[in-house]
């Protein structure tokens, strides 16, 4: 069921500060807390008025005006909505996904206050709950980028329906497969400069603490694949599924990012407010580990090319949000570079979302 809400809330309710001092980030780096009211927050999306609006687990979509760095007033769009993780921002409208649907708030940034009926643009995604709540993204193309994780930690489901990165037209037709052995991607973005894609990749679980890592990707064209369920982290074969398919002939990672990190959204750093060798650098949201003997995630990571923009590596960027004895406060879900060079993250544990700025030490 949906209900739209006429709501909106002043910034700043009464909540227990977080502790944001916690938060190591390198030299000249400084992290405060945008928001503590976004219950649940996963994707985030800017519309071009300077409204970020942010998808949850638990039914809400949220809009908080910004205004110098700071929320001015805070609204809820949407309520009793199936899981709408993801947000994207097109010619005016948000698209929202909802598991099996997509909907479109039309004129939204003029309406926060008596949100429209959304508009249907699709309600025939697979409607499985396993990784079926979708990162949405608007490629270069124009298309709208939707992704159905595999409905399992392990099976072999049909390739027209799961495990796979979709695109269509952003009024829900032509909808076609454009990456297949993708178990379940949370986060992904078109490189500024050669307008390919890219994207992170979450490995199966219950092969131990160690293996298989998750992944990022590249996809600088339609019809490849990246394994599932035949092959995980590149070069590990699955024990049940492996046999006879050899990963020569898969497409392996860029990067692996390590087992059970839980790598969820990822953008490409375009701004200028960062040190020059941060431009065109991967930012990736590490959501942190559920089943592993010791924890590890927890973090923001930051992917590095070298001089040839070839053999990238990874660096911690953010880290705090999992303390020294394992108890953790915070879980990274979503990054969005800003307009003013500024960097958000997303976290769904705290219900928080933070910003991230540099000045010259």
């Known amino acids: 069921m949906l209900v739209a809400l006429a709501g909106s809330f002043i910034a700043g309710g009464a909540h227990a500060a977080l502790p944001i001092d916690e938060i190591k980030l390198p030299p000249g780096f400084s992290i405060a807390v945008l928001s503590d009211d976004v219950p649940s927050a996963r994707a985030m999306a800017l519309s071009p008025k300077g409204v970020l609006y942010a998808g949850s687990l638990?039914?809400?979509?949220?809009?908080l005006e910004l205004k110098d760095g700071r929320v001015t007033a805070?609204?809820?769009?949407?309520?009793?909505?199936?899981?709408?993780?993801?947000?994207?921002?097109?010619?005016?409208?948000?698209y929202v996904s909802a598991i099996s649907r997509i909907l479109r708030f039309d004129d939204i940034d003029d309406h926060l206050e008596a949100p429209p009926k959304p508009v249907v643009v699709t309600d025939k995604l697979p409607?499985?709950?396993?990784h079926g709540w979708k990162f949405i993204a608007f490629g270069p193309d124009g298309k709208l980028y939707v992704p159905t994780g595999a409905p399992c930690n392990i099976c072999n489901p049909d390739p027209k329906r799961y495990a796979l990165?979709?695109?269509?037209?952003?009024?829900?037709?032509?909808?076609?497969v454009f990456a297949n052995g993708v178990r379940n991607t949370v986060g992904f973005d078109w490189d500024p400069q050669t307008k390919e894609l890219w994207f992170t990749d979450n490995g199966r679980d219950m092969l131990g603490d160690d293996i298989p890592d998750d992944k990022l990707n590249h996809a600088p064209k339609a019809g490849m694949d990246?394994?599932?369920?035949?092959?995980?982290?590149?070069?590990?074969?699955?024990p049940e599924f492996g046999a006879g398919h050899p990963c020569s002939g898969f497409t392996p990672p860029v990067v692996k990012l390590g087992a059970h990190v839980a790598s969820l959204g990822m953008r490409f750093y375009t701004g200028t407010m960062f040190p020059s060798?941060?431009?065109?650098?991967?930012?990736?949201?590490?959501?942190?580990s559920w089943n592993r003997s010791t924890k590890v995630g927890y973090r923001v990571v930051r992917i590095v090319p070298d001089a040839n923009g070839e053999k990238p590596r990874m660096e911690t960027f953010a880290q705090g949000w999992l303390r020294p004895k394992e108890q953790v406060w915070g879980r990274p879900a979503d990054v969005l570079p800003m307009p003013d060079g500024s960097l958000l993250v997303s976290d769904?544990?705290?219900?928080?979302?933070?910003?991230?700025t540099y000045a010259q030490p």
């Open 74 to 94: 805070k609204h809820v769009i949407a309520s009793g909505l199936d899981e709408p993780a993801g947000v994207a921002w097109h010619n005016g409208a948000l």
């Open 226 to 238: 990246f394994g599932f369920p035949y092959y995980h982290g590149g070069d590990v074969a699955d």
């Open 58 to 63: 638990d039914g809400h979509v949220y809009a």
């Open 277 to 288: 060798d941060y431009k065109n650098n991967i930012f990736i949201a590490e959501h942190g």
């Open 165 to 176: 990165i979709a695109r269509m037209n952003p009024n829900g037709t032509d909808y076609e």
């Open 127 to 130: 409607s499985d709950r396993s």
């Open 348 to 356: 769904d544990y705290a219900g928080a979302i933070y910003r991230i």
